[in-house]
């Protein structure tokens, strides 16, 4: 189906977003008059008076018991004020999670998006939590309500400040994972390079491959991957950039050349211990949860590094990790990934230089597929927790957000076409659990011109994969 729509002639304003209230609450731990501040399990910000507390839960409280009378299975997920948007999340059982967000919106924009937005924020929000704290049931069973707060003072005391709301657009509701393409002898060359570490160091469960911050290999299953891909995009490799790209640069004549330089510079634990020969060195690796919802896994979380590929190895948390170990991994798996990162680096520059000359084309474009939660954008210039840089206005991003507000609301495949009022086209596809958002700058182009220009995108960028026609 093709739905050709004008966008509002109107320039929408920019929202800023700020956060006022984020609380976490149990209606049954406080079920009678007077223990209403039982319920409170986090609040923040944590100097607000208590009474202030005791009623804000409780209106939230009221909502979602309210809006349970008219279906019981799907209480509210948000409500809209004059200046704020409260979001709810129950995660677990009893367990709500409230965010209060003040959005200042000056003229129209989809209230249904900013929703979809900031509720994918909100359960990116518990996500996190658990993969690093597991669940809140399993914190009451070790500790009860006592460990649970403490638990949740610790990590959202931190993770809070994290959080750059005005930089949520719709990769935030995908929550997809970039996969670094490769040819099909590299990408083998990885996989017996996985086989074989995994064979020397039997204490590993699971590994995770990554080059350029994209991913090419994962044991983990995808929810797991999608979050842990997340917490290291957006937290750990940027706290530990530095100019490691320099070797796109190097010319692959030269590579054998200064290889034993590279491997001594670029190789180290971004988890762990951060120099080896220290002999002061702490040999603590962060904890994860994975499988929560049936094994229940605690690992070690390690992460090597060499030049632009790094590799996550998952160990049972039951393990002693110590030097002896680290060591052993250092010998064999940094000369092996320094190579191998190399290897990535010249099939890259070969593909670059058969692709020809980097052009602005006339389109840019988001896509999506929900199965395998592949993401690609060449919208986004760069995309981290605290910036959001795109190569389009922002009223073309809204645009987007229109559109996929549409597809969630029906189940059949379809395509929607927009004509901007900035000459702008913008084209939506949705087929078979995928989705393709195209931006074109042909503003003298009409309808049928724009929808040959989308099946010529389809047909070089995403030659394999079959778009509703």
Known sequence: MISPRMAT???????????????????????REGEEEKKILFYHPSDVEKNEKIRNVGLCEAIVQFTRTFCPSKPAKSLHTQKNRQFFFEPEENFWIVMVLCMFILNYICAEFIDTVYGAVLQQCYSMYKLFNGTFARAMEAGGVELLTQKLEKFF???????HLQSCDLLDVFGGISFFPLDKMTYLKIQSFVNRVEESLSLIKY???????????SGLEQDDMRILYKYLT???FPRHSEPESIHFLVDVTMEMMILVILCLC?????????????PEAKFRFPKIFVNTDDSYEELHLIVYKAMSAAVCFMISASE???????????????????LLASDICEQYNINRRVSGPDKEPQFKFIYFNHMNLAEKSTIHMRKTASVSLTSVHPDLMKILGDIHADFVRVDEDEEIIVK???????????????????????KNANLIEVNEEVKRLCATQFNNIFFLD
């Open 266 to 278: 670029f190789k180290r634990f971004l988890t762990g211990p951060s120099n080896l020969k220290d």
């Open 207 to 217: 590994t995770a491959f990554l080059y350029n911050d994209q991913l090419i290999w």
């Open 157 to 163: 005391y931190r993770y809070l400040q994290t959080l």
């Open 320 to 338: 002693e990790l110590g030097r002896e170990f680290c060591e052993q991994l250092d010998g064999l798996v940094g000369p092996q990934l320094t």
């Open 9 to 31: 002639g109107m320039q929408e304003k920019q929202y800023t977003p700020s956060l006022l209230n984020f609380f976490i609450y149990n209606p049954k731990f406080g079920p």
């Open 234 to 236: 957006t937290s750990l």
């Open 420 to 442: 901007a009022m900035t000459d702008y086209w913008v084209v939506g596809k949705k087929s078979d659990q995928r989705e393709l958002y195209v931006i074109l700058n042909q």
